[in-house]
Nanobody, 123 residues
Framework: QLQASGGGLVQPGGSLRLSCVAS??????MGWFRQAPGKERDFVAA????????RYADFVKGRFAISRDNAKNTVYLQMDSLKPEDTAVYYC????????????????????WGQGTLVTVSS
């Protein structure tokens, strides 16, 4: 089970930190996707605990940072310099085994999903 939190309303240029706790399983990979109304679910960022590595979507590079606390089986998404176009429901994801780098952005390869947390960027 994945439990995400930390969403809310923030002004453009502001920051939010999302958290997601994975209970009941050891997740090699954890990540974040987002889905705006009427749009597909897009990859945001992901990280792998064994073998390491992080990956970001181009539209968040330099603004968002993913990190994890393996002892707590928790992944975080620090979001800075937020823009109105970042408004979406953010979903955390996880899978037990590592997948090839090229597959990370594909939502179909992720096994587990959180309930989503709404981020609204508006003045």
């Amino acid at each position: 089970q994945l439990q995400a939190s930390g969403g809310g309303l923030v002004q453009p240029g502001g920051s939010l930190r999302l958290s997601c706790v994975a209970s009941g399983r050891d997740s090699n990979m954890m990540g974040w996707f987002r889905q705006a109304p009427g749009k597909e679910r897009d990859f945001v960022a992901a990280t792998s605990s064994r073998g390491g590595g992080t990956r970001y979507a181009d539209f968040v590079k330099g603004r968002f940072a993913i990190s994890r606390d393996n002892a707590k089986n928790t992944v975080y998404l620090q979001m800075d310099s937020l823009k109105p176009e970042d408004t979406a429901v953010y979903y955390c994801s996880a899978r037990s085994n590592r997948i090839v780098w090229s597959s990370w952005p594909d939502p179909n390869v992720w096994d587990y999903w959180g309930q989503g947390t709404l981020v609204t960027v508006s003045s």
